[in-house]
């Protein structure tokens, strides 16, 4: 099975322990900007899933907790089936969500008929044991990815643009 | 706090660790402690305690099954064992008793964590059904309910001889509202004040304290202040009254 970009990361974290970027960097033998970037963004990621810990400035540790924690929505999932009917402010105190994401939510289980509203319970109506997944918000939130990966790129460019420009500048002042 | 200084409190919904809570975490670690065992954990108390909201957060976060007993279940073996098994991950649960609990006995041994029966008091008769599947399995069952469940179990020495321990969960008591205002409004609430909201009709309930401490959150915004008095407690609790919120 091919080992994706994060899982190579986590691998390397794992066996590190304790590693500077620098160190991580020449683990997973990154030689551009560009990796170099994506790597920063990796560890952020890991950081903030809790499987990674940042010790200081471009210093990590391995926390050593167990990949895969459950995601939000499979802790608000599990918890709808276990109650079957909740509340937005149940949502916010159980799983940490913001009343935006929580009525988000649920009203996505209300378009697919899982779900019934009364006031201002939600209650399980439909219960498919499987987590639903909101595809069309995993759409746009790929799509926004793409165009802030789009972004970055164009700025990587004009960043090499200026400096080349201020390069050039300085040679016609020496010369 | 001087008028330029005061930043007006907001109150946020969020999980408050209480003695209730720290009592059923450490409930738990008891029954991890037993692993291998068939062993029961009961958690009782009259409603509106936050039983099965504390254990439906703890399963969620835990990925433990979390199973709410139907009365229409009381006297069917085979559709509580049914519904045990589409929580335990199977899709199509067989349509006997006996392949029902081959396949429940299957999936605990596999995976032996806790399950948590709710409201098992709607299904009293099932406990033998249990006792031999946490017997089986070495699995974990918590089972919750009022208190009349606690009675139910006492008496059949079987089951009652597996309970690891028994937890009632306690009314709201004045240090839990205190430590809830704090953490959900940055509220500091004096503990004459806190007597005085446990005291008051419904104060034991924590609907009512919610609702108590969002109109708390706007007296004291008012008065300016983020301490909390025996006074602004008994006027946020006639607040509740003409709201028609207390019992």
């Known amino acids: 099975m091919k080992t994706g970009w994060t899982e190579k990361v986590r691998q390397a974290a794992r066996g590190l322990e304790d590693f500077g970027l620098d160190e991580m960097a020449e683990r997973l033998g990154v030689q551009d900007y560009k990796t170099r970037r994506k790597l920063i963004n990796t560890l952020s990621a890991l950081v903030k899933s809790g499987e990674v810990e940042r010790m200081g400035k471009a210093s990590y540790r391995w926390a050593g907790k167990v990949a895969g924690q459950p995601s939000k929505q499979e802790i608000l999932w599990r918890y709808l089936r276990a109650r079957r009917a909740v509340t937005v402010e149940e949502l916010q105190e159980v799983a940490g969500v913001t009343a935006r994401y929580g009525r988000e939510w649920l009203g996505f289980l209300v378009q697919q008929e899982m779900v019934k509203k009364a006031g201002d319970r939600y209650r399980l109506v439909n ?49 | 706090m001087s008028e330029k200084e005061f930043r007006p409190a907001k109150f946020e919904h969020r999980w408050v660790n209480c003695r ?191 609702r108590t401490m969002i109109d708390l959150v706007g007296l004291a915004n008012s008065k300016r202040t983020r301490q909390v008095g025996v006074e602004m407690v008994k006027q946020a609790v006639k607040i509740g009254f003409r709201g028609g919120r207390r019992r």
């Open chain 2, 20 to 210: 209730n809570e720290e009592n059923f975490l450490a409930l738990m670690d008891m029954l991890e402690q037993g692993a291998g065992e068939g062993r029961f954990g009961l958690l009782y108390g009259p409603a509106g305690r936050g039983k099965s909201r504390t254990t439906a957060r703890w399963a969620a976060h835990q990925g433990s099954v979390h199973l709410l007993m139907l009365p229409i279940w009381a006297n069917s073996e085979l559709g509580f064992l049914q519904a045990l098994c589409r929580e335990l991950g199977v899709m199509r649960p067989p349509r006997t008793k006996n392949g029902c609990f081959a396949e429940a006995v299957e999936k605990l041994l596999a995976a032996p964590g806790p399950v948590f029966l709710d409201e098992m008091d709607m299904a009293p008769k099932h406990l033998n059904l249990v006792r031999a599947l946490a017997e089986l399995t070495g699995a974990a069952f918590v089972l919750i309910g009022e208190e009349e469940l606690a009675a139910i179990m006492s008496q059949n020495r079987r089951v009652w001889s597996r309970v690891f321990q028994a937890l009632k969960f306690e009314p709201v008591g004045a240090r839990d509202i205190i430590t809830y205002g704090r953490e959900t409004a940055e509220l500091e609430i004096e503990a004459a004040a806190a007597a005085e909201l446990n005291r008051s009709d419904g104060g034991e309930d924590w609907r009512v304290i919610k």
């Open chain 1, 127 to 175: 219960d498919q044991m499987e987590m639903p997944r909101n595809e069309g918000k995993a759409e746009r939130l790929r799509a926004l990815r793409d165009k802030k990966k789009a972004a970055l790129a164009a700025l990587d460019q004009v960043f090499v643009a200026v400096a080349e420009a201020r390069m050039a500048v300085a040679d016609l002042e020496e010369g």
